[in-house]
């Protein structure tokens, strides 16, 4: 079953086109959505959760068409968009105080297990958390909330390698009942290689491809040079396909 | 759904100046005052709440709650009409005060009663129509959307405190009981005139955020 489609999602700004941008969440997996700054990859996130309406293209989320049941599919729903911190002068435990209240599914009993777990302190005001930390309290709501679909946009990106060890750990816990899925967004791909099952690129707004993660990597194997003989990784397809050569 | 959205309204988002705008009543209590300041101060209340609420990212937070988007203005289109119920019914009681208090009339404008509260209805009714459409057109021009609102707002009082120094308009400052009898069909307007505006305000808005990028 797959928790999320996006079929040929497109959206026109002045200066930059998404087109035609299709793929799939399947559940108990996690997806890793590549590309350089730029590249679509946030409008592509905010689009299917209707923060910027779409020119053309539909979202069915839960097997439900996103735009006529955005109640419900939100409610199942856990977002965490990076660079965008809410009430930094509130508390933690303020803002789940109003949160919980829009939650049809709250559990207050896994709200303060998933605190402990992740040393969060209710007292704390938002500012007063680490970028690690933020991204920890979100989760922890969402997973408060029974979201079954997580969608995270750069989640990892400006955090300390530790921090983005442990958050890679949570996500591989978040799916491994298999009834739960990531959407997950990043330029930081060694993140992926840790952890993602497959691979959507894009690439100035265009879907470049969308395979299971081992299967990506072999398609652009045509990448190599011919004198290189070990695998590229992630990291190489992105350089090679992005790359541009200055010649002053 | 409705409770929970000013919950999270006065909870999170609200800026602490939006209540303290809100009670500007006691300045009925001034003996020469132009009283429609109480309703302009209450708009300023409004200007810094949706500036507060650009600060904190509160439409992102609000807009990834399992809400509509028309659910996101209905929260802000609540603050409004609640805040200002709020100015209007805090300030009646110190209307009466006044009127035990001092004998002498107000020499500067409108005194507090019944066309009062009509007037300043009206002029709620037309800030909130240009304030909230214009604000929820980009949710991010606060104060080009206050401005414009309150151009209009600022030109209605004038004309009102003005107009009670025209002799015949003169019904129109009476504190008796039975000249404010005569006054209720501007109250009455005023009622109208605010129903009919909030109402096109939220739609107008509601329709104006659907197509705002995030």
């Known amino acids: ?248 | 759904m409705t409770s929970n959205l000013l919950y999270k309204e006065l909870r999170l988002a609200a800026h602490p100046n939006l209540f303290i705008f809100a009670l500007m009543g006691p300045l009925v209590l001034i003996p020469g005052y132009p009283y429609m300041m109480v309703f302009l101060f209450s708009l300023i209340g409004n200007f810094v709440n949706l500036m507060y609420t650009r600060e904190t990212n509160d439409i992102y937070y609000t807009t990834l709650l399992p809400l509509k988007r028309s659910e996101v203005v209905l929260g802000k289109w609540l603050v409004l009409l609640v805040s200002q119920l709020v100015t209007i019914l805090f300030s009646i009681p110190f209307a009466f005060l006044r009127l035990r208090l001092f004998s002498l009339p107000n020499p500067v404008g409108i005194e507090a009663n019944v066309a009062f509260y009509g007037f300043g209805l009206m002029i709620f009714a037309c800030f909130n129509f240009i304030f909230l459409t214009s604000y929820f057109q980009t949710v991010y021009k606060v104060g080009t959307s206050f401005l414009k609102g309150l151009f209009f707002a600022t030109v209605l009082a004038i004309i009102v405190e003005v107009s009670v120094h025209f002799p015949m308009l003169a019904w129109l400052d009476t504190v008796t009981f039975a000249g404010q009898l005569k006054q209720l069909p501007i109250l009455a307007a005023g009622v109208l005139i605010y129903v009919v505006a909030m109402w096109g305000a939220y739609k107008v808005s509601a329709k104006r955020f659907r197509q705002v990028n995030l």
Not at chain 1, 59 to 67: G, I, W
Not at chain 1, 74 to 89: A, H, S
Not at chain 1, 106 to 134: H, T
Request: overall charge neutral; hydrophobic content about 40%.
């Open chain 1, 1 to 248: 079953m797959n928790l999320l489609e996006v079929t040929e999602l497109t959206k026109n700004y002045p200066t930059f086109t998404l087109e035609n941008v299709s793929f799939q969440v399947p559940a108990g997996k996690i997806i890793g959505l590549i590309g350089v700054n730029g590249a679509g990859k946030t409008t592509i996130l905010k689009a299917l959760l209707n923060l910027i309406p779409v020119d053309h293209g539909k979202v069915t989320m839960f097997e439900k068409y996103f735009l006529e049941n955005e109640q419900s599919c939100k409610q199942k729903t856990g977002v965490v968009l990076g660079g965008i911190d809410f009430y930094k002068e509130k508390k933690v435990k303020d803002i789940t105080m109003v949160t919980k209240r829009f939650y049809d599914d709250w559990d207050e009993a896994a709200y303060q297990k998933f605190l402990k777990l992740f040393s969060l302190d209710p007292n704390k005001k938002v500012k007063e958390l680490s970028a690690g930390m933020r991204v920890k309290y979100l989760i922890a709501l969402a997973l408060s909330h029974q979201a079954k679909l997580f969608i995270f946009d750069e989640p990892t990106s400006g955090l300390d390698p530790v921090s983005r060890d442990e958050l890679i750990e949570i996500f591989l816990q978040i799916v491994k009942n298999g009834d739960k899925s990531i959407l997950f967004s990043t330029h930081i791909t060694s993140d992926l290689e840790k952890c993602a099952d497959a691979i959507v690129y894009i690439k100035e707004g265009k879907l470049v491809k969308e395979a299971p993660k081992q299967e990506f990597i072999a398609y652009f194997q045509k990448l190599k040079r011919p004198d290189e003989t070990a695998m590229l990784s992630l990291e190489d397809i992105m350089v090679r396909m992005e790359g541009k050569h200055y010649d002053f």
